[in-house]
């Protein structure tokens, strides 16, 4: 029953894109706002499918730290759900991603639409410098910006250093950083099918002031915050993850 609900869900969220993106693109000439209300409906319609159909609902914790302007917001990234979620919770935002997704079909278009931010990896301080020019630009105009900082999902349990351009972005432009902690990936892992039933914990963190603060310092601040809740809200410790991968490496 678990495998056809997840594979019933699955089928139903990928056949809704179309019915969102193709009429949507009709509405590149009005305010992002517009564009942005219109495409987040999917996000809430899917978020709605998940509970229904896979019984996965979430819970948020920390609403009353979201601030009233933009902000950068730095998201533990263990599975595609925290990038429909946020939309559920956030005011309009946009993303810093890799480039290959803006050429998906529909969800490319989708994400063109919404102004994010694509970046080249491997481009060193060249994707830097465009994180920081286009995300000031788009913060300046009232939007909050996503930053991935592991910039890949992790599997529960498991750890990437934090990256350090969206770090520089919160330095560089003074806004603050919202730090969000969740354990999605333990109901929905990164290329699996299967959706587990339970809840989601999600946990918003006080904002960072970045001003006076260096890049390393505000990195420094969110990861050991995200890290910690994650850690304190999950079921699968780091450490357990850690002592169990130390023991096979000896044997």
Known sequence: ML????????VVMIATVPLFV????????????????????????????????????HEVQGKENIPTGPAIIFCKHQSLWES??????????????KKELMKLPFFGWALYMLESIAIDRKGGRKAVDQIVKQ????????RWVVVFPEGTRIAPGERKKFGIGGAILAEKSGYPVVPVAHNAGEFWRRRALIKRPGVIKIV???????????????????EQWINKTV???????????RASNTVKAKT
């Open 3 to 10: 495998y056809i609900r997840s594979v019933l869900y699955t």
């Open 22 to 57: 193709i009429p949507g693109m009709l509405l590149f000439p009005f305010p992002y706002k517009i564009r942005y209300g219109f495409f987040s409906r999917w996000a809430y319609l899917v978020i709605w499918l998940l509970k229904v159909i896979c019984n996965l609902r």
């Open 84 to 97: 429909i979620a946020l939309q559920t919770v956030f005011p309009p935002h946009l993303w810093i991603l």
């Open 135 to 142: 995300g000031i630009q788009r913060l300046d105009q009232g």
């Open 204 to 222: 918003i963190g006080e904002p960072i002031e970045t001003n006076g603060r260096t890049a390393v310092d505000i990195k420094t601040i969110a």
């Open 231 to 241: 850690d304190d809200i999950s079921r699968i410790k780091y450490t357990e993850i």
